[in-house]
């Protein structure tokens, strides 16, 4: 019986993590460095839904100091044998700070012009790609990028982005509405419409999504999709 039992319960484990690989690339999320074995959490709570989110590479996860942990994170990180390491609140949120970013400007004009030489002269370093089909290629590859795409035609670069697993467009015509797509879609290439809009406004939106640091995907949408996964 005990055999059986144990039996059991590595089917279900098994089939747990099936579940979790799935949501993983329904959302695009498994391009991961497969050679990684540590990852830093940023928040303060760290729930059950966070550990189960875990990539199964990762052996140790580190936490700043006053970071809650449930009884239900602390049971599942046991049992996937995750180690827990605490460490200064400036290392977490540097490495959750880090990121690249690129652009692509679709079109020419003395605007234009201006905006590129903006991000090119930028303190912070800038990639220039060709084109919107480049910029979602290159935001596709890792899960720490994040692409501005200025176009003419931003509805259709964001259908035509998401094409491509990895990638979580959406385009804004404010601050307000930037920082909400990086809040609940966890935004990772955006697109701008130039047409009217005044230089400072173009420069302010791109502040306001890479101000967010490196794109992550929220927690409700892992939640959302599981049931139609566990459902197939």
Known sequence: MQ???SNH????????????????WVLGAARVDQTAT??????????????ERLAPHVHELRLAPGTVVTPLARGELRRRGVAVRWVSRSEVEAV????????????????????????LDDREPWCELAALTSAARWVAESTERGAIVVTD????????????????????????GVARAVR?????????????????????????FRSAGAPR???????EAAPCVSRK
């Open 3 to 5: 055999v059986a039992d």
């Open 9 to 24: 319960r590595t089917g279900r484990d098994a089939e747990i993590a099936r579940v979790h690989d799935a949501i993983r």
């Open 38 to 51: 540590l990852e830093i959490f940023p928040e303060r709570l760290l729930a059950l839904r966070h550990a």
């Open 96 to 119: 959750h700070s880090r990121g690249e970013w690129g652009f692509a400007i679709e079109g020419e004009g003395g605007v234009l012009t201006a905006l590129r030489r903006t991000w």
């Open 153 to 176: 035609e931003a509805a259709v670069a964001v259908w035509r982005a998401n094409q491509l697993a990895g990638v979580r467009a959406a385009t804004a015509e404010s601050s307000s």
């Open 184 to 208: 609940g879609l966890g935004l990772n290439v955006l697109a701008i419409e130039p047409t009217g809009k005044p230089l400072p406004l173009v420069r302010q939106l791109a502040a306001t």
């Open 217 to 223: 995907i929220p927690a409700q949408l892992f939640e």
